[in-house]
């Protein structure tokens, strides 16, 4: 195997403990953290890690940057750094991609004209809304009075993301909260920090004043922890585990902080029987085991109608045996990398392993791939039931359950019987049923016909346990924005 030479700017970025970055400088942390490619399962750079001091000092910074120069800059002049950020991720999405292949694992291909483009187009989408961003005047019945409305920052964002997509969950948050005006600590998963440091660093040279972007990587229950619980902090946005979101829920209460979550799904993917299975039996595959399952988006539960269940599983288990599992960096490049972690990966073997005790039967895959670095192969269990562990929880990896149906009702009721509720979908060519799909399914995103679309423009959140707000679009500056109400004696 031969893998892509590092470029010299990667090269010299693992080449030394990276400091955190608190108002336009290097700070030491207070522990240090490795840097594992999971695709070796090997250290390739430490990190500084930020404890509770570390994390007052970059909040300190934060705040004062929200009354100097940034705090003075004109909406124009606001959207404008945006843009030059957007330019500047666009014009190093290579950099990007190697630091996210080596950190995550997954494709360095991939990593680099999906995660760091879109993420610049993340970016350029958000650069067109501070001078948008208005208030309104108000048709108050008192006589003699005037009302309107300001459109105002929250003040100090801390922002929280995984490690699932390193540049991409960082943009989808920093993005609006800038074009909104606030400042920024962010603190980026422990398994992923190195393309968060390294866009501090494009921060300040895209012109943003010191201390609107102060990163601070850590492990959750340290940095994290104390972000969430923090006096000084107005607002978190978070994306990761329901389990953790319930808890930063709970550590904002201190000072009644504003909370965004995006959490978990147990996506419903639903095959009708009229399905284009030419489109359907791909649209659901890659539903899963795109970014290698490990997407809270991810088309887990896939209900097939039992007239075409078997013709479905066969077209399944060919595209998984046909798939390339690889390093990212490997110069011949995979469609699927290696999962997260080691914890990751025995979390998802257990998972096979119960879904087999239960019954399910594994028709592809079902173990680990090779000894070195952290892979599963792509797994897929049929004859699964809607109560097995293995149709119920998370999973986060390259693991697709296939459960058979009969009707439409069953499967719309089957379907949104879950705790979660982010996203769902189905493959059918009969409009009366895309039309009750599109009402019926309970989920912040619903694709018909298609899997795993975004768009910097279109709202995009949970509904039930799969967390609160919608980022994205004009959605997403609700979330950094708070409304003030203006009175004015004539
Ligand atoms: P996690 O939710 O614990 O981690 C996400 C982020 O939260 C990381 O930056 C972490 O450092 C931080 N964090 C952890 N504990 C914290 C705390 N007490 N206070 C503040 N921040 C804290 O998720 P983890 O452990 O990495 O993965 C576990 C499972 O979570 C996965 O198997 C998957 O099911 C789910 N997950 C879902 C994601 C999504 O996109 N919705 C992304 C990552 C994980
Ligand atoms: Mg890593």
Not at 69 to 95: F, M, Q, T, V, Y
Not at 255 to 268: F, I, P, Y
Not at 325 to 342: A, C, E, Q, Y
């Amino acid at each position: 195997m031969s893998l892509i030479s590092r470029l010299p700017e990667v090269e010299e970025f693992l080449s030394r403990v990276q400091p955190l970055r608190i108002d336009g400088a290097e700070v030491a942390g207070s522990s240090e953290l490795d840097v594992v490619d999971p695709s070796s399962g090997s250290v390739i750079s430490r990190v500084a890690g930020a404890g509770a001091a570390q994390v007052d000092m970059a909040v300190a910074a934060a705040r004062a940057a929200l009354s100097g120069p940034w705090g003075r800059l004109s909406p124009h002049d606001r959207g404008r750094l945006i843009w030059n950020l957007a330019e500047l991720i666009e014009a190093r999405k290579a950099i990007f991609g190697q630091l996210d292949a080596l950190d995550n694992g997954k494709p360095f291909a991939v990593a680099r004209d999906v995660d760091a483009v879109w993420s610049a187009r993340h970016f350029r989408y958000f650069a067109g809304w501070p001078d948008k961003i208005e208030g309104a005047t108000i048709p108050v019945s008192t006589p003699n009075r005037l009302n309107h409305t300001r459109i105002e920052p929250m003040g100090v964002c801390g922002l929280i993301t995984p490690w699932n997509y390193p540049t991409l969950m960082v943009a989808w948050k920093l993005a609006p909260a800038l074009a909104a005006g606030n400042t920024i600590v962010l603190k980026p998963a422990e398994q992923t920090p190195l393309s968060a440091l390294y866009l501090a660093d494009l921060a300040l040279e895209a012109g943003f004043p010191p201390g609107v972007l102060n990163v601070v990587p850590g492990l959750g229950g340290d940095a994290g922890a104390a972000l969430a619980a923090h006096p000084g902090v107005d607002k978190i946005g978070f994306t990761g585990s329901t389990a953790t979101g319930r808890q930063i829920v709970m550590a904002s209460a201190g000072n009644l902080k504003k909370v965004s979550l995006e959490l978990g799904g147990k996506a419903a993917n639903i095959i009708f029987a009229d399905a284009d299975l030419e489109r359907a039996v791909p649209g659901a595959f890659w539903a899963l085991f795109g970014n290698n399952g490990q997407s809270c988006t991810a088309g887990a539960r896939l209900f097939v109608h039992r007239s075409v269940h078997d013709q479905v599983l066969d077209g399944l288990r060919k595209l998984a045996e046909g798939l390339s599992v690889g390093p990212g960096m490997d110069l011949k490049g995979h469609d699927l990398g290696p999962v997260i972690s080691r914890v990751q990966m025995d979390k998802v073997l257990g998972y096979i392993a119960d879904g087999r005790t239960g019954g399910a039967q594994c028709i592809a895959g079902g173990g680990r791939l090779g000894d070195t670095g952290w892979f599963v192969q792509p797994t897929i269990l049929a004859g699964v039931s809607d109560d097995m562990r293995v149709a119920r929880e998370e999973i986060f990896g390259p693991v697709l359950c296939v459960l058979p149906f009969d009707d439409e009702d069953e499967v719309l009721a089957r379907a949104n019987d879950s705790e979660y509720g982010l996203a769902a979908g189905c493959w059918t060519r009969n409009a009366g049923c895309v039309a009750r799909m599109g009402a019926g399914l309970h989920a912040g995103t619903v694709w018909i016909n298609c899997w795993g679309d975004t768009d910097a423009a279109s709202p995009f959140g949970g509904m039930g346990q799969s967390g609160y707000g919608r980022e994205m679009g004009r959605d997403a500056l609700a979330l950094y924005t708070q409304t003030k109400s203006v009175w004015q004696g004539l």
